[in-house]
């Protein structure tokens, strides 16, 4: 069987996170522009409250960032490589040190886990076989790793390691906050973004691989087609989501 095949499914019952029946759709939120992080930031810690005392509907909100590094709270400082090179935010989500910038499409979810499972390593394991599932619709085989949180891409035609595990990069990055059970923050894909700029951190703590992108694969694909998969995969493994809106961030919530 084609492996792509089986990545694009739902691998075990952990990847299936939808909600208690009932429950109204996901909203789907795109932010136009280069969205500062700070806005980004209000806006998440905003809703998930809203979220928390039931008075707004859970919601992914699909972004870009201008060029800047955050740090999670497990950010060690010896891995901010160059501190003046790009604005550097405390996040306050779980991980190590990240970069997002312009070709990078951030998700971020904000779910509310009482009403699907109160099972932060199954919610993961879920946003996992999302991108997973959006890889392989694009004709690349995501992995997970044990030891490394993320999706990962096997490079077979470049030389194994030292000692001698198969080369690979890293995707797309996953990191996350719960709050009275509600997650934000999200995931970051790597569509086209500029892979020189990870150079100022060591992404996500991981010295020994490196980044890339679904451009950088030879796909030619823009965030408009990523979003369209995006959109369909994350049904599948969350459940139904709303007509997509678009917000200015900063104004009311739609």
């Known amino acids: 069987m084609d492996p792509l095949i089986v990545t694009s499914r739902l691998a075990t019952d952990t990847d299936r996170f ?5 429950s109204p759709p996901v909203e789907w939120l795109l932010a136009g522009g280069l969205v500062p992080y700070p806005d980004a930031l209000a806006f998440m810690e905003r809703r998930a409250g809203l979220i928390a005392d039931g008075k707004a509907a859970e919601a ?11 740090a999670g709270t497990s950010a060690r400082a010896a891995d901010l490589l160059d501190a003046t090179r790009f604005p550097v935010f405390a996040a306050g989500r ?8 312009p070709g990078q499409r951030v998700a971020y979810v904000m779910l509310d886990l009482k ?7 199954a919610f993961v394991s879920a946003l996992e076989h999302w991108i997973i599932a959006v890889l392989g619709d694009h004709q690349v085989r995501g992995e997970r790793r044990e030891d490394r949180v993320g999706v990962w891409v096997r490079r077979p035609e ?14 797309a990055a996953i990191g996350i906050r719960v709050r009275r059970w509600v997650s934000f923050h999200g995931i970051s894909l790597n569509v086209d973004p500029d892979l020189d700029h990870f150079g100022g951190i060591v992404p996500c703590g991981v010295q020994d691989h490196g980044v890339t992108s679904l451009v950088d694969l030879g796909l030619p694909v823009g965030l408009d087609d990523v979003d369209l998969v995006l959109r369909r995969r994350f049904a599948e493994v969350f459940g139904p989501v709303g007509d997509e809106v678009r917000i200015t961030l900063g104004s009311e919530e739609s």
């Open 18 to 22: 939808w909600p208690a029946p009932g």
């Open 60 to 70: 992914v909100l699909l972004l870009e960032h201008p060029p800047l590094y955050t």
């Open 158 to 171: 470049r030389p194994p390691l030292p000692d001698g595990t198969p080369a690979e990069d890293k995707i």
């Open 115 to 121: 009403r699907r499972r109160q099972d932060i390593r």
């Open 94 to 101: 779980g991980g190590e040190y990240t970069y997002h910038g």
